[in-house]
């Protein structure tokens, strides 16, 4: 029987069909395969999580046989994590200059609990081409943070030329402000709704233009000011983003 205390030291990985009921899994996927064997090394008695990405529960798996065109595994016992916020918490995100600011982006707020990713193009954005394969490898380090972090269920990314504000406007929208005037708050004396979902949204280099800020503006967003200091869009939303959900 597995000991379930050692249950958060042990590798976890995300399988998109493993059903809850399944006793057997036989993996036959070469990745995973040689990441088994190479980089672990597992035999025969050596236990890892399987979880599906959609619920609260991590499934205990362990070895039975191994080989170079499969792994066997059997289910020993389950546990149910209590590893996610129980309120959407999104980053609506313009397109930044660079990829890899996307993929720390996804990376770091993954960690700290975010539900859902919206990257859209604005006036100010950079010309940034984000082909099918580029796509494919930010979703795998989605996946991997959420492996990484203990987390349970898998955060949305979607990708989009425009901004809809059509689906915002009855949830919680907060846009971080350059200024502290009479309209904007301190980031500790923000009171949000939980009940709605609530939305960072974290401008590009150069900032939104006038036409964006206005538009946020008749839109009821509430306007944040964080401090004096020139904060990196990647470091404003990690902060706020962990004060909101420590705040609740």
């Known amino acids: 029987m597995v000991c379930l205390d050692n249950h958060f030291f042990m590798q976890r990985f995300h399988f998109a069909?493993?059903?809850?009921?399944?006793?057997?899994v036989i993996v036959q996927n070469k990745v995973f395969i040689n990441q088994l064997i190479k980089v672990l090394r597992v035999t025969p008695g050596f236990q890892?999580?399987?979880?599906s990405g959609e619920d609260n529960i991590d499934q205990i798996y362990e070895v039975v046989s191994v080989d170079k065109r499969e792994i066997t595994m059997k289910r020993v016992g389950h546990l149910e994590t209590d590893s996610e916020i129980d309120?959407?918490?999104?980053?609506?995100?313009?397109?930044?200059?660079?990829?890899?600011?996307?993929e720390y982006v996804l990376?770091?707020?993954?960690?700290?609990?975010?539900?859902?990713?919206?990257?859209?193009?604005?006036?100010?954005?950079?010309?940034?081409?984000?082909?099918?394969?580029?796509?494919?490898r930010l979703e795998r380090i989605i996946t991997e943070a959420t492996?990484?972090?203990?987390?349970s269920v898998i955060p949305k990314l979607i990708?989009?030329?425009?901004?809809?504000?059509?689906?915002?406007?009855?949830?919680?929208?907060?846009?971080f402000?350059?200024?502290?005037?009479?309209?904007?708050?301190?980031?500790?004396?923000?009171?949000?709704?939980?009940?709605?979902?609530?939305?960072?949204?974290?401008?590009?280099?150069?900032?939104?233009?006038?036409?964006?800020?206005?538009?946020f503006e008749k839109s009821s967003f509430k306007k944040v000011y964080l401090w004096d200091r020139i904060l990196r869009a990647?470091?404003?939303?990690?902060?706020?983003?962990?004060?909101?959900?420590?705040?609740?």
């Open 159 to 175: 990708i989009e030329e425009s901004l809809s504000l059509d689906a915002c406007l009855e949830n919680e929208n907060i846009l």
């Open 17 to 24: 069909d493993l059903d809850n009921d399944t006793n057997n």
């Open 234 to 248: 990647e470091t404003a939303w990690v902060v706020s983003g962990f004060f909101i959900i420590q705040n609740k």
């Open 107 to 136: 990376q770091k707020g993954t960690e700290i609990w975010v539900t859902g990713f919206y990257f859209f193009r604005s006036e100010r954005s950079q010309k940034l081409n984000l082909s099918e394969n580029k796509i494919e």
């Open 177 to 215: 402000h350059e200024e502290l005037s009479d309209d904007a708050q301190k980031l500790k004396d923000l009171k949000l709704d939980y009940t709605k979902w609530i939305n960072l949204f974290v401008w590009p280099e150069g900032w939104f233009s006038k036409d964006e800020v206005g538009i």
């Open 48 to 51: 890892l999580v399987l979880f």
């Open 87 to 102: 309120f959407e918490l999104n980053i609506i995100q313009a397109f930044p200059n660079k990829i890899e600011k996307i």
């Open 147 to 151: 492996e990484q972090s203990g987390r």
